[in-house]
């Protein structure tokens, strides 16, 4: 009771206002962080100029800053700066991580130790909820929703992820309730609650479980309600595709297996989905002319979420399971797996902007990758010899398939080298089995497949029997009589004739 009393003493510092005295920070964060001013400014420098196409490190446009700002804030050497030193030390950190450029020996071999040092103290200096004179800005859930945003593929950080954006739900309350705050651009308040709730959605997608803060993302914008200008938004397009993708989570029962609800929920989606490919402007129709790496991850999201609808968000389901093969939602969702292998290589053809994509892109990366993995199993089936031994079985694999599963393992292992932001392990061993079983019978390495696929499911693996034979508790191979119908038609989505559209132009799907 005597610290409520005590707190009740002090009058409470309207939002916005300057931080008390507690919190001055020493004269020098670089100098005491070892970072060369240098090294600090030119990445900062990168990450102001790439922000405008770093997808939801857009949101920086509208702040009004630069990096000239974050390093007086930084060095201390201006009081009252228009950047909190919280914000700036959380600037630097994702600008060491997005943004690296040729560092110094000694900053190259600490980088990622400076990078955890600056987001615990950045972290640490975000206001408590329950300190009733705490200065809370803007700046404090953006730079908790940007934080998660970055890290939360990371399996280290995944769970705290989820804990900074459900608090900067709460801050985002806060501060829009406020009438001390004052947004530096009109779109920056709408953006950071945007911003936010495809937090929400991305953590609901790659945790499989609901947001923490509430029980839905309420994103408030019709689905395929896109800007129709030339150049589309970072926020025109995710907004309502994170909103079908909070949908989508919702689907708890696919294909033939399908709760009659949720076959209901998955073709409502489906529909909102056609009227967002509708919407988009013609500049965003050619797969050459997309201008931004947010306009290829959106494509990305298209394709992915429509095959969430059919099968899930589980790449496990279509490398383990039989069933799933025999199921004709199973081929609904290759055909999106296939074109969305056709917007990657404009996906990645820039890693400087590459590295700073969604963990939700990358997640329908592996989703789709998986579904392909699930789709090579039907050239690799198992039959009977006349002697009653079993034996495997490969079928030639059409051009089209082949070229698709390149795009795929190439993004793969462009991601890999991104290894601090992305789980390392799940790219490794999805990009290993697509390698593996895309080779024919004899080239095999049927114990390398098998640990690749214990890595995605985590099942316990049996050693392979029989030669070349794969049998085991992941990734079971089907047999020739089940096998046969399926690859027909894979065959027919592979055909160039099955295509609407010229080579180069967005599909929305193959067979109408």
Known sequence: MAATSDTSRTPPAELG?????????????????????????????????????????????????????????????????????????????????????????HVELDRHVIIDTLRIDFLGRIPSLTQRSARVSYYHPLALTL??????????????????????????????????????????????????????ASLQFLQSKPCLYGNQCHLGVVPGATD?????????????????MHRACTIRSNGMDAS??????????????????????????GIASLACTY??????????????????SVPETSMSSTHVLRDPAFFSAFEHALLLGEVLPNLLSNMAQAIGLSAMTVQLIIVSSATLVGVLRLFHTTSTDTAGATI????????????????????????????????????KATAKCLSLLSRDIEALDWPAISRAAHQMTGAC???PVGDGDLINNAMCLPDEAAAAEGRLAIEALCDPAARVCRPGHLDLSIQF
């Open 392 to 427: 495997t079985v490969f079928r030639p694999v059409p051009q089209v398939l082949t070229e698709c599963i390149r795009m795929h393992r190439q993004a793969l292992e462009a991601l890999l080298q991104i290894p601090a932001r992305f789980n390392a392990k799940v790219l």
């Open 147 to 200: 934080a998660s945003a970055v890290w939360c593929h990371n399996p280290d950080l995944a769970a705290l992820c989820a804990q900074w954006n459900s608090l900067a739900q709460l801050l985002v309350d806060l501060v829009s309730e406020s009438p001390h705050v004052h947004f530096v651009t009109p779109h920056m308040k709408s953006h950071l609650q945007l911003l936010v709730q495809h937090q929400a």
């Open 461 to 463: 693996l049996d050693s």
């Open 228 to 244: 129709s200008s030339a150049v589309p938004t970072y926020f025109s397009l995710t907004t309502p595709l994170s909103n079908l």
């Open 17 to 105: 206002q300057p931080e008390s005295s507690d919190h001055v920070p020493s004269p020098n964060h670089l100098r005491s962080l070892g970072i060369d001013e240098a090294v600090a400014f030119h990445s900062l420098r990168n990450l102001f100029d790439l922000a405008p196409k770093l997808g939801f490190m857009s949101v920086l446009s509208g702040t009004g800053l630069d990096a000239s700002v974050v390093m007086e804030s930084l060095r201390a050497s201006r009081v009252g700066s228009p950047c909190p030193l919280e914000f700036s030390l959380a600037l630097l950190a994702f600008a060491l991580e997005l943004c690296p450029v040729s560092f110094p020996i």
């Open 260 to 285: 009659p609800d949720d076959a209901i929920l998955a073709i409502d989606i489906r529909l909102a989905l056609e009227d967002y490919y509708l919407s988009l402007p013609p500049s965003m129709l």
């Open 295 to 312: 306009q290829a991850e959106a494509i990305v999201w298209l394709h992915g979420i429509f095959i969430i609808t059919f099968i899930g």
